[in-house]
């Protein structure tokens, strides 16, 4: 059974008051808060295991080494990859792709070649794609957006043809919520040799991932999105293909042998992650996960796809309010700007009122552009959100509005 409050004693920093005002944390689309377990795991980690892996021999690494790999193994179970040599640990979902960019691109990528991406795209799968394709001589092509900001999949297959060597979008768009056609569009890219890379940082948290039956090339997402610590991410990447690329960056854990002659690389994983990993982050990971698979993944995504449903219903109803990428196919965001006000102006006097919500551009301002706009107010939500937060976010643009008008 579902049961809200239960979830939200788990997460303390739920409790509190911010000016003055019980705290409606709405911005889930930047990061997640905490459940106690996640918390207590990294406590644990610096108070009785911690120290450097893959490095000694003495009980502490053993331990920090073991609950690492084991982390490892959650998240492959989790996403259903393969091997967990098909894991690889980064920073996060940025540090994931540029990851993917760097190593596929020295060795897959030659001048007029092309690679495919979003419109509607985070600028961390935009810049490392106009990167590679600057030191390569590459060309970036972009999908096309229709006015709600749905990828116009037609007009994705006239670009897809014999030079495109990746296709990189993300599975929900950060700006909106919206879901892109994520299947159709592997199934077209499929009858081409092109690779696919999919940025999952908006859809891990929200919906059961599974990388088999996607067939997605690589899958990249960050732990902070769905209830972990900072500074922890993945790559998912298909064994054959990880192989074949060179390494990210040099330096400790990344080889096996090093003379001023040569240097002989480390097997996978860990050929891509160079010196000291976040390896207290990484078990906060996979604590994060079996949080998420206790409450299970068909219910959360019930949940909120309730909660967006309401909140879309009741926004809708303001005057002068309106929303930015309306869709049937969406989880969890709701972006929006009021007639004659400033979004920045509408997030702080919902920030007075105890109501955190993203203003701006959402690092997304390609997306912004083609709306015409410079920013929106945007209220995404997470497992620990209630129906009366929707109430609360209401009743603050009504307010807001009014003292704004």
Not at 75 to 92: H, L, Q, S, Y
Not at 175 to 187: F, H
Not at 202 to 221: M, N, R, S
Not at 358 to 382: W, Y
Request: glycine fraction near 6%.
């Amino acid at each position: 059974m579902f049961d809200i409050e239960k979830i939200r004693r788990q997460f303390p920093i739920l409790t509190q008051k911010v000016n003055g005002k019980p705290l409606v944390y709405l911005d889930n689309g930047a990061t997640t808060q905490k459940p106690r377990q996640v918390i207590d795991i990294v406590n644990k980690m610096y108070s009785e295991y911690n120290s450097n892996i893959h490095r000694g021999v003495h009980y502490l690494s053993a331990k920090s080494t073991e609950l690492y790999e084991n982390a490892r193994e959650t998240v492959r179970k989790f996403i259903n990859a393969e091997t967990p040599e098909e894991i690889i640990f980064t920073k996060g979902t940025t540090d994931a792709i540029n990851l993917a960019a760097f190593s596929f691109g020295e060795k897959y990528i030659k001048e007029n070649d092309e690679i495919i991406v979003g419109l509607t795209e985070h600028h961390s799968n935009i810049v490392p794609w106009q990167m590679l394709c600057k030191r390569k001589k590459a060309k970036l092509k972009v999908i096309p957006a229709d006015e709600n900001g749905e990828l116009k999949f037609e007009e994705f297959k006239k670009l897809l043809g014999k030079k495109t060597k990746l296709v990189a979008f993300a599975h929900v768009a950060n700006s909106t919520g919206i879901i892109n056609p994520v299947e159709k569009i592997i199934e077209e890219t499929r009858k081409t040799e092109a690779k696919i890379l999919i940025d999952g940082a908006q859809a891990i948290q929200h919906k059961k991932i599974d990388v088999k039956t996607l067939d997605c090339d690589f899958y990249a997402f960050s732990g902070h999105k769905i209830y972990a610590e900072t500074g922890i991410g993945v790559l998912y990447g298909k064994k054959e293909l990880l192989e074949t690329m060179p390494p990210y960056q040099g330096g400790g854990d990344m080889i096996k042998s090093v003379s001023f002659e040569k240097t002989e690389y480390a097997d996978l994983p860990l050929k891509f992650e160079a010196g000291t990993s976040n390896y207290v982050a990484a078990v906060s990971l996979a604590e994060a996960l079996n949080f998420v698979n206790s409450t299970g993944i068909e219910n959360i995504e019930k949940h909120e796809s309730e909660l967006l449903a309401y909140a879309e219903e009741k926004l809708s109803s303001i005057n002068g309010l309106k929303i930015f990428g309306k869709s049937r196919n969406k989880t969890s965001a709701v972006s929006f700007n009021i007639k004659n006000t400033h979004f920045y102006d509408i997030g702080m006097i919902l920030d007075k009122l105890g109501t955190a919500v993203r203003t701006g551009t959402h690092c997304a301002e390609p997306t912004m552009k083609h709306f015409g706009i410079t920013g929106t107010v945007r209220a995404s939500f997470a497992v620990y959100n209630t129906f009366d937060e929707i109430d609360k976010l209401y009743e603050g643009i009504i307010k807001a509005q009014k003292m704004l008008s």
